[in-house]
């Protein structure tokens, strides 16, 4: 307890006045009324304090003073007229009483003590753990202790703000208020005060404080999360999952779990204003396949949203493609010429398989082919389907795997023409292709010299490369050769130089044999053209020498 005020030596200056006041009684005081005091007149002292208490009076012969109390008293000083008594252990509201004696008559004055005390104990009640904003929340306060009771006020405070102020009545005291929760109570403090004020007696304003309680308030909406999860997972492989919940307060101090079944996932919150994100991954186990739930809650206070979605955890693991017989290499699955192999296509349970548009004769049953190689099956793709239904949702999934066979070379002699006639000093290419797997290596040869020509590439042909040609594809497998006759032509032959002559020679005997019989046919007509511009024409008539121009014959 802490006073707002000094406490005077309130009774020792009153008992010096008494004295005092005693000295300078007036000395003929005879026949007069004579009064009797008590100071000090209703003190107000402490629990188990003690007081001086001084019984004086006017009468200039008292026969007796005394001071009647069921306290303990002690007689301390005296005077002609005044006593003075100490009071000790007060302990708690008592009345003292002043008797004397002046002329025969009895003469009597009182006054009330009053004990005061601070409380024992203010306590302010445990709040909630979280106050709903909106919602009423009831404050109470117990003071135990404390007197007089008449002068004992309690206080409920948020922070330094008054709330409530009510006198304390009864033993403890309980006082109570109702505010609204709001937002900004959250992180508020809130106390509980008693105050003892004597300072209408001098003494000053007692405090004495609870510990303070912090109060948190939040605001859940009553809509649910939203939840985002993958319809399908399939076993061994992981999905996100997403859950989110708008206004929110405080976001940054919500409770989220993601769980998938019973099984707690390790989940990263996200809070941005009022807006609160959890993520998180679930990876897909065999021993979890099946329908199962996905549960998102979310705990902000002394409330809880959730929500659930269904995920299905399914098994599809091929389809796989499996060829049996005498393979050569592992990684590109190869048989010699004439092998028999058995393909077989494979999936899990519940799953459909076509191997090459044949299908299993039943769900998770195996499709199976059995052929004898030919070289018509090198590098041939067998194509396995797989069709999983999951809740009417069709799944697909498809591989495939190609098969090498190795075979003997082959010319074909469709792409390798056996007779060729070429010019000499031209540029050809000689078009010959081979088969076979490995790939083989093809060369042509002249047989008579063993001269080898380019095969699939540009060169110039000379009359040396007349002749007849071997062509021989090699590999591991084999050899096949095929007969290539070239015929090489002189640019320049004397049977095509004498047919030129010839065709010369005729057509300049043709030219002037024409011009000679244009200049005979002129020549015998007699017809001149006089006016080329006009149409009309005449005859002329040859004259002889002798005859006159211009006489009509007689």
Known sequence: MVPLGPLHGACRTLLISL?????????????????????????????????????????????????????????????????????????????????????????????????????EHVELAPLSPWQPVGKNLTLRCWVAGGAPRTHLSVLLLRGEEELSRQQAVG???????????SRDDHGANFSCRSELDLRPQGLGLFQNSSAPRQLRTFVLPVTSPRLTVPRFLEVGTSGPLACSLDELFPASEAQ????????????????????????????????????????????????????????????????????????????????????????????????????????????????QLQINTTERDDRRSFFCNATLEIDGIILRRNRSVQLHVLYGPK???????????????????????????????LQCFQESSG???????????RLNYNGTYCCRAVSSQGTHTLTVVMNVQDRNSPVVTIFMAVLAILGLVTVIAALLHIFRVRKRNDSYHVNQGSSTWLPLTSKRPNEVLGEEPS
Request: one cysteine or more; a negative charge; hydrophobic letters at 35%.
């Open 256 to 367: 989220v779990q993601l769980a998938l079944g019973n099984q707690m996932l390790n989940t990263s919150v996200l809070s941005q204003g009022d807006t609160l994100t959890a993520t998180a991954t679930a990876t897909a186990s065999a021993e979890q396949e099946g329908a199962r739930e996905i549960v998102c809650n979310v705990t902000l206070g002394s409330e809880s949203r959730e929500i659930r979605k269904n995920l299905t955890i399914y098994s599809f693991w091929g389809p796989t493609v499996n060829l049996s017989g005498t393979i050569v290499n592992l990684t590109e699955p190869t048989v010699p010429e004439g092998t028999t192999v058995n393909v077989t296509c494979a999936a899990g349970a519940r799953v459909q398989v076509t191997l090459d548009g044949v299908p299993a004769v039943a769900p998770g049953q195996l499709a």
């Open 171 to 181: 033993e403890p005291a309980e006082v109570t208020t109702t505010v609204l929760a």
């Open 451 to 461: 001269f080898q020509v380019p095969v699939g590439i540009p060169f110039r042909v």
């Open 19 to 119: 004295l005092l006041g005693c000295c300078l009684l007036p000395p003929d005081v005879q026949g007069q009324e004579y009064l009797l005091r008590v100071e000090p007149q209703d003190p107000v002292v402490p629990a188990r304090g003690s007081l001086l208490v001084n019984c004086s009076t006017d009468c200039p012969n008292p026969e007796f003073i005394t001071l009647e109390t069921s306290l303990l008293k002690e007689p301390v000083s005296n005077g002609l007229s005044w006593m003075a008594f100490q009071l000790s252990n007060v302990t708690g509201d008592s009345k003292v009483l002043c008797v004397s004696f002046c002329n025969g008559s009895q003469m009597t004055s009182s006054s009330d003590i009053t004990v005061y005390r601070f409380p």
């Open 411 to 441: 010319i074909d002699p469709a792409k390798c023409p056996q007779h060729l006639t070429w010019k000499d000093r031209t540029i050809h290419v000689l078009q010959c292709q081979a088969r076979g797997n490995p790939e083989p290596q």
